[in-house]
């Protein structure tokens, strides 16, 4: 089985080495270029601006503006309340502790006294959207050529319509 299968690859290999080609050129006449087309959508981009009015509402204070005395007086009068109340070790803590304390309290007493208004109005904004205007395009992409070489059709697609189709033919024997 062996042997046999070695003689014929041999054989076939004999053939192939034997074997002789070339190669010609030819050409078909075109006898049809059909363009070829794409839809395309140009997308133009465009602004659409407009001035909007909006209110304005601003707060402020009437009276005294300033919170840090009522803040050193709380912080003070803690102090001295947290001084009492501790003993040893711990008076240095409680003084610290009701100083933080009375200074938080001591300034939002001292805003809890103030009135507050506010002054109303309008400014102008100027606001932008982008939009898009849209257009279809047909635009041709390609063409196919058609020609008949020996009673077969050779269809060839380039970027322009062509007179001929090259052909090549390679000749073995």
Known sequence: MKKIFIALLLTGVGFSLSAESFVTH????VIKSKP??????????????WDEQLPIQEYYDEGNTNDNIGALIGGVAGGILGHQVGGGSGKVAATVGGAIIG?????????RDHKQSYTGGYRTVRKCVTKYNESNDRVITSYKNIAYYNGKRIVKFSDKPLRYIQIR???EY
Request: aromatic content about 6%; glycine content about 4%.
């Open 103 to 111: 200074t938080i309290v001591g300034k939002n007493l001292s805003r």
């Open 26 to 29: 030819d050409r078909a006449e």
């Open 36 to 49: 070829i087309y794409r839809d395309i959508i140009k997308r133009i981009p465009y602004q659409e601006c």
């Open 169 to 171: 033919k390679i000749i």
